[in-house]
């Protein structure tokens, strides 16, 4: 299903009008972001505004502007105190109902960000999403129970806004890698033996969350590797994927997906997988059917490789973060003052890690015969894990 959440246009002041509805301009701006939709083929199924004649003369534009046969319809819980809950369940329930639905929900400030925030099912709630007058976001299911933002638009054009903020965290990974700060090299310089050393004479790979496979692409000898199949939910580092593994040659897949949904839904079978760190966002009683997965999309005799932050053993998480911010601030110098920050707050927001000991349970009960450490990071934050099927 596809999701719309759009605020009302400018209203008129309450001495104006007692009602508040729509100012001309405000109407010339819920047309605009009408014409964004109509640019783009998109015809809501459904338009649902809240009880305030500012929402209900918003969607009545839309409407026009596009055509729509059907006359939004007012629906509770919308007005802009309303807490988001009960329309994040009515949003669930028509999906499940109508997965081909394109809702469209006309509301206010400050409802909208809650709601974001709710079907994102973001850290704490925290609204972060900006929603100017008849400002609209798309959203759409992320395939693991909750929503993700596809694109933002004001009435005079879409927002770039979600793409520069993706390329300055990737930026801020970027120099983190360049700077081997993570332990790139060491882990990827572990995978090129580990790669030399394997029986086979050639083999197939598949790479979850491989962002743009920079280090990989570095990596992979080209005469042993009969097919390099990378997944990642960003279409953005996919590109920056496909540019980069240019420098090998060997047969090769790009696929846009959530891993998770990846995994459960295809029949492919590997001989390696590998996950360079992203199976740490998956939280923690997701792992063993996460690890399982892994194992089902292996060739007898094939490994599951995961470089990925590390407790040591019994750590807890927040000591594992104490540790990890005490070395962020302390070893990292050529990273600036903010995008420490910004690095601190991803990891602190997704940061899932196990430790050896669970790491091993873990592979048992997914099927994996044996767990073994091949390489741990000069700072002990991360650690690369070898699971033999
Ligand atoms: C920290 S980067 C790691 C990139 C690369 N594997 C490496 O070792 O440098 C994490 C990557 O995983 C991707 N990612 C995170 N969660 C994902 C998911 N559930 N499905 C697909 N890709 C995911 C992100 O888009 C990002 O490109």
């Known amino acids: 299903m596809e999701l719309y959440l759009m605020r009302h246009g400018e209203a008129l002041s309450a001495s104006k009008d007692p009602l508040r509805g729509l100012s001309s301009e405000g109407r010339s701006q819920a047309r605009r972001t009408a014409g964004i939709l109509k640019e783009r083929g998109i015809r809501p199924t459904h338009i649902w505004h809240s009880s305030k004649l500012r929402a209900k003369e918003t969607a009545l534009e839309v409407s026009r502007v596009l055509s729509l046969a059907d006359m939004p ?3 509770e819980g919308l007005d802009p105190d309303d807490q988001p809950d009960r329309t994040v369940m009515a949003v669930d329930a028509l999906a499940c109902e109508q997965p ?3 809702l469209l929900i006309v509301s206010h400030l400050p409802f909208l960000p809650h709601l974001v925030a ?3 099912n973001s850290p704490g709630g925290l609204p972060t999403t900006e929603f100017p007058e008849a400002g609209i976001a798309c959203l759409s299911p992320n395939g693991r129970g909750t929503w993700r933002i596809e694109w933002q638009a004001t009435p005079d054009g879409e927002i770039a806004e979600t793409v520069q903020a ?3 965290h990737w930026k801020t990974y970027q120099k983190a890698m360049d700077c081997d700060y993570l332990g790139h090299r060491g882990a990827y310089e572990t995978l090129g033996r580990f790669l030399a050393r394997h029986p086979k004479r050639t083999l197939s790979l598949l790479d979850l969350g491989c962002g743009d496979a920079g280090f990989m692409s570095r ?3 080209s005469a042993r590797i009969s097919k390099y199949h990378g997944v990642d939910q960003s279409e953005i580092v996919l590109e920056m994927a496909k540019k980069e593994m240019g420098r090998v040659a060997c047969p090769q ?3 846009a997906s959530d891993f998770e949904v990846y995994l459960n839904e295809s029949p492919e079978k590997v001989d390696l997988v590998w996950i360079g760190l992203s199976m740490h966002h998956v939280p923690s009683e997701g792992k063993a059917d996460f690890l399982a997965a892994c194992r ?9 490789l995961v470089y990925e932050p590390m407790r040591v053993h019994a750590e807890t998480r927040e000591a594992y973060l ?8 302390t070893h990292w110098p050529l990273l600036e003052d903010g995008e420490k920050k910004r690095l601190t707050a991803h990891v602190r927001e997704s940061d899932f890690p196990e430790d050896l000991r669970t790491c091993q349970a873990l592979g048992q009960k997914a099927g994996f015969k044996s767990v073994e450490s091949l390489y741990q990071d000069p700072y002990k934050i991360h650690e690369l894990v070898c699971f033999h099927a």
């Open 253 to 255: 897949v790009f696929t």
């Open 322 to 329: 104490a540790r990890w911010e005490e070395v962020c601030r």
């Open 100 to 102: 081909e639905a394109r």
């Open 73 to 75: 319809r007012q629906e």
């Open 118 to 120: 709710a079907l994102e």
């Open 166 to 168: 993706f390329f300055e």
């Open 219 to 221: 990596t992979l000898p």
């Open 296 to 304: 089902r999309h292996l060739n007898p005799g094939g490994s599951l």
